[in-house]
T-cell receptor, first 113, second 111 residues
Framework: DGGITQSPKYLFRKEGQNVTLSCEQN?????MYWYRQDPGQGLRLIYYSQIVNDFQKGDIAEGYSVSREKKESFPLTVTSAQKNPTAFYLCASSTQGANEKLFFGSGTQLSVL | EDKVVQSPLSLVVHEGDTVTLNCSYEVTNFRSLLWYKQEKKAPTFLFML????IEKKSGRLSSILDKKELFSILNITATQTGDSAIYLC???????????FGQGTRLTINP
């Protein structure tokens, strides 16, 4: 089955710790995105990547980092600099030519211990 | 700054009712408006609208775009409990590589 796989489903972060959220897709999509969802705030874009080895900051990139070494993979690291990391994180992908139609993963809920 | 605003933020109705969800946008060089349904975790695509006045329909759901007044509505007729979800609206401008999302409308259908 083609799709986007995010792991883990639930993640807990200790104070001062960096954590990495995984996102893998087998849709052969060029573009991948990371969104953060807080209650009542919709989806906010953290980072996105149009092609391998290239990525751009979204609207709320501070405290986060990404890499795009392979087309299939776009991991997100939540660093200790992100002071309010508790949120639901969604990864998405799209084709280059129709990048409005996003395909989403099932998300990772990150909480701070 | 591009902006998308949805209303209401929350709506509770009885099964069988008809609901209308609203989405207004301010986007430079507007290209398209999209609706997604988020039931549990992963949002799923419903509609993409690019032209004014042309209704898109899928079963009991329909949507239309007004590019003059800068809004879209999503209608759901004969609602069922399975329609309970967060409905997300998003807009894209011509040059940007990203969507701007609204806050979402949480719809609850009571039996």
């Amino acid at each position: 089955d083609g799709g986007i796989t995010q792991s883990p489903k639930y993640l807990f972060r200790k104070e001062g710790q960096n954590v990495t959220l995984s996102c893998e897709q087998n849709l052969n999509h060029d573009a991948m995105y990371w969104y953060r969802q807080d209650p009542g705030q919709g989806l906010r874009l953290i980072y996105y990547s149009q092609i391998v080895n290239d990525f751009q900051k979204g609207d709320i990139a501070e405290g986060y980092s990404v890499s795009r070494e392979k087309k299939e993979s776009f991991p997100l690291t939540v660093t200790s600099a992100q002071k309010n990391p508790t949120a639901f994180y969604l990864c998405a992908s799209s084709t280059q030519g129709a990048n409005e139609k996003l395909f989403f993963g099932s998300g990772t809920q990150l909480s701070v211990l | 700054e591009d902006k998308v605003v949805q209303s209401p933020l929350s709506l509770v109705v009885h099964e069988g009712d008809t609901v209308t969800l609203n989405c207004s946008y301010e986007v430079t060089n507007f290209r398209s408006l999209l609706w997604y349904k988020q039931e549990k975790k992963a949002p799923t695509f419903l509609f993409m609208l690019t032209s004014s006045g042309i209704e898109k329909k899928s079963g009991r759901l329909s949507s239309i775009l007004d590019k003059k007044e800068l809004f879209s509505i999503l209608n759901i007729t004969a609602t069922q409990t399975g329609d309970s979800a967060i409905y997300l609206c998003a807009a894209k401008n011509q040059g940007a590589q990203k969507l701007v999302f609204g806050q979402g409308t949480r719809l609850t259908i009571n039996p």
